[in-house]
């Protein structure tokens, strides 16, 4: 009796042990690299580059938190101009996108007709074409039609980029609703439109917010599009000026740190605030039940 | 009326996205494959014309391209392995059930928040020779005596362009595999522990196979983003050949090179990859699960 519940309390400490050490492990190698980079923005320039053995800096800076944050800097003006860029065209991508794949998902899992098959297939294979496959016709596109540095535009490239995703996830998440439900709307008299929104409509909204953190994040990241498409100060997001500053002639690697986390903290923000919702949007979306 | 009108309901529902997906991504791959079949470079802007499949053969003859594609198959191989690997790991491990899941999750999720860019930035103050994390921690063990270079050979910076590009895409495989294991039924696990099987059955019967069509969307997505690496290859190691893939090679080809023709068939070889890998993520995302 003694032994049996020797062995129990061994196993459930062996338990603890593994679980502790999983942990240990996840949060070193997910938050380490963030660590570090905070730890360098915070570091004063002359001492990064010494010797040193230690990792922590002997002084703490905030200098350079202080210098981005602020619009009159040169270099604050940039960065704080880009996130407001990202800002935009995240909105911009969001009202048209949302709408959209809503529509297209919609339609497809929920409608019969001739193609269907066909048309969802061609949407999800674009999703193996890489942005360099389109973007000088699209370059052209743009200066024909004079859409450079057009925020409109250029998020509409975005939505192109990740139509196929949502869209997916969307109608894989509509078509677990029995067909009955929307036949006995329509029996009592709604057209295709309310039952849409009186039905479809609030059973759905883990899947359209799930969705609008992908758009969300997908926008905020953009680098490839915009270098070509949207040079100009007045578009170009902060993925790109974050870039610069690791490639202007005098590099300054405090700086560029802080410029990361910085541009990191509004999707890291997001993500923390729409993940409740991820998980329940993508255990009916992601696989046909 | 009525019936054509419901015949055409469908298509006029359709308009937006095929408005949407003709003008920005059906014309212009047409437009690069157009492109593609010309002599078309801007040092001679006034001798374009059409010169057939010469552009896809002197790639397939010329070194680099072979180069580069051992590369993209390198990037793409260790991503996939990585990513499915880790990400159905740390699924399980934020399965269980503690006070803090929800912050686990949480900071789970962190890089996938990341772009691309920044993701190597913050990677590259990792492994950098002077500044890097990595070196002092070597140098301070006493295990190297001067810094080393960790982005100056082809293998190891291939290896770590992997593990960065992999460290962005786990936490959505992870999520996708977490939502998967959230699925299963927990009346399965109950019935299965009254039939007498033990963890290592239960898992290898039950856990596995139902979460096996989560993993496989976890493998296409991570692949499509393995092919399509660019940032993070730019951040690191800069605009350079080192550890070019067909990506980073088809933009110097276009960009530095100004060899418009070339740079299309380039992108074309890249979808025609793409697509052999495609034709299983269409067959994977119109499985259907049982339970």
Redesign the interface.
């Known amino acids: 009796m003694l032994k049996i519940q020797h062995e129990r309390i061994l196993t459930k400490v062996r338990k603890k042990v593994g679980?502790l050490t999983?942990?240990l492990i996840?949060?070193l190698?997910?938050?380490?690299?963030?660590l570090?980079?905070f730890i360098?923005s915070v570091t004063p320039e002359y001492a990064?580059?010494e010797?040193t053995?230690?990792?922590l800096p002997e002084t703490v800076t905030f200098d350079n938190y202080r210098e981005l944050l602020t619009a009159d800097t040169p270099r604050g003006g940039l960065l704080i101009t880009g996130i407001g860029n990202a800002i935009k065209a995240v909105c911009a991508a969001l009202t048209l996108g949302i709408?959209?794949?809503m529509?297209?998902a919609?339609?497809?899992s929920r409608?019969e007709?001739c193609g269907?098959r066909l048309?969802r297939?061609l949407?999800?294979?674009?999703?193996?074409?890489?942005?360099?496959?389109?973007?000088?016709?699209?370059y052209?596109?743009f200066v024909a039609r004079q859409w450079l540095n057009d925020v409109f535009w250029l998020s509409?490239?975005y939505?192109?980029s990740y139509?196929p995703l949502t869209?997916?996830l969307m109608s894989n998440y509509f078509a677990t609703f029995p067909k009955e439900l929307e036949e006995a709307a329509r029996i009592d008299g709604c057209g295709?439109l309310s039952s849409f929104l009186r039905i479809i409509l609030p059973a759905s909204y883990p899947i359209i917010l799930s969705a609008a953190l992908i758009m969300f994040?997908n926008t905020?990241?953009?680098?490839?599009i915009p270098l070509i498409l949207a040079s100009s100060l007045e578009t170009k997001p902060?993925?790109i000026v974050?870039?610069e500053f690791?490639t202007k002639d005098s590099i300054q690697?405090g700086l560029?740190?802080a410029a990361?986390i910085i541009?990191?903290f509004p999707?890291?923000l997001?993500?923390?605030v729409f993940?409740r919702f991820?998980?329940?949007g993508?255990?009916n979306g992601?696989?046909?039940? | 009326m009525n019936i054509l009108r419901k015949?055409l309901?469908?298509?006029l529902?359709?308009t937006?996205?095929i408005l949407?997906?003709g003008?920005?991504?059906f014309?212009?791959?047409t437009?690069?494959f157009s492109?593609s079949l010309k002599r078309w470079k801007l040092t001679s802007p006034g001798d374009i014309h059409f010169i057939g499949l010469q552009n896809y053969s002197s790639i397939l003859e010329s070194d680099s391209f072979w180069y580069s594609f051992q590369n993209t198959l390198f990037i793409l191989t260790a991503v996939v392995l990585l990513t499915s690997v880790v990400g159905f790991l740390?699924s399980i491990?934020l399965h269980?059930e503690v006070k803090w899941s929800?912050i686990?999750?949480?900071?789970?999720?962190?890089?996938?928040?990341?772009?691309?860019?920044?993701n190597g930035?913050?990677?590259k103050?990792?492994f950098s020779s002077?500044?890097g994390?990595l070196n002092?921690?070597v140098?301070?063990l006493g295990l190297a005596g001067q810094p080393v270079e960790w982005l100056n050979s082809r293998r190891a910076l291939l290896l770590i362009v992997s593990l960065v590009v992999s460290?962005r895409s786990i936490p959505f495989t992870a999520?996708?595999c977490?939502?998967?294991r959230?699925?299963i039924p927990g009346g399965l696990y109950e019935a299965a522990r009254i039939d007498g099987g033990n963890r290592y059955t239960i898992f290898r019967r039950i856990t596995l196979p139902l979460m096996l069509?989560?993993v496989a969307?976890g493998i296409t997505s991570a692949s499509?983003t393995a092919?399509?690496v660019?940032?993070e290859i730019?951040?690191l190691s800069g605009y350079n050949d080192l550890g070019a893939n067909l990506?980073v090679e088809?933009?110097l080809t276009?960009f530095s090179f100004l060899d418009?023709g070339k740079?299309?068939a380039l992108?074309?070889l890249?979808?025609l990859f793409?697509?052999v890998?495609?034709g299983f993520?269409?067959r994977s995302?119109?499985?259907?699960?049982d339970y």
């Open positions: 679980y999983a942990l996840f949060l190698l997910t938050l380490g690299p963030f570090w980079t360098l990064m580059l010797k053995p230690g990792l709408p959209v794949s529509l297209t919609y339609t497809l409608m007709f269907r048309i297939n949407l999800l294979i674009t999703m193996v074409i890489p942005v360099m496959a389109t973007i000088i016709p699209l052209r596109l509409m490239v939505v192109s139509l869209t997916w295709l994040l905020w990241s953009q680098f490839q902060v993925a974050v870039s690791m690697y560029t740190a990361g541009a990191v999707p890291a997001a993500a923390l993940r991820l998980i329940s993508m255990m992601s696989v046909k039940g | 015949k309901l469908p298509y529902l359709l937006p996205m949407v997906m003008v920005l991504v014309y212009p791959i437009a690069t492109y740390t491990f269980i929800g686990l999750l949480a900071i789970a999720m962190l890089p996938w928040a990341l772009p691309p860019y920044v930035i913050l990677w103050f990792v002077g500044y994390f002092k921690v140098i301070g460290w999520l996708v977490l939502a998967g959230q699925s069509p989560f969307i499509v092919i399509n660019f940032d730019i951040a990506l088809s933009y276009t418009f740079g299309s992108t074309y890249v979808i793409g697509t890998l495609g993520y269409l995302m119109n499985k259907e699960v």
